[in-house]
Nanobody, 121 residues
Framework: VQLVESGGGSVQAGGSLTLSCVAT???????WGWFRQPPGKQREFVGV???????TYGDSVKGRFTISKNSANNTLDLQILNLNTDDTAMYYC??????????????????WGQGTQVTVS
């Protein structure tokens, strides 16, 4: 089982970015989502998509972040609009096979990617 993120980089404030996570070796994930860890801070919940496709977002990112799942190629995208310096962080893809609900707590997630860095200046 492997989750691999891509799409990070350095962007100017006000710009947009789309991160992608590819899952290999596993299908029908129950919860699949994103966390981020700003420099010097704890990892925080960004959002998650349930198997049904329904997304849930963390309070700090509502309105600018959109998560979408492509079941055909087993990828999960995170679109970020109007980036600001507070969005600078390592972004991690996470997933679990367990239901019946999707949590914002990172301990509930079994599979993790290595992360992709987003730097906003």
């Amino acid at each position: 089982v492997q989750l691999v993120e891509s799409g990070g980089g350095s962007v100017q404030a006000g710009g947009s970015l789309t991160l992608s996570c590819v899952a290999t070796g596993i299908y029908r994930l129950y919860c699949w989502g994103w966390f981020r860890q700003p420099p010097g801070k704890q990892r925080e919940f960004v959002g998650v998509v349930e198997r049904s496709g329904r997304p849930t977002y963390g309070d700090s990112v509502k309105g600018r972040f959109t998560i979408s799942k492509n079941s055909a190629n087993n990828t999960l995208d995170l679109q970020i609009l109007n980036l600001n310096t507070d969005d600078t962080a390592m972004y991690y893809c996470a997933a679990t096979l367990r239901g019946p609900y999707c949590s914002s707590v990172e301990g509930r997630y079994t599979f993790w990617g290595q992360g992709t860095q987003v730097t906003v200046s």
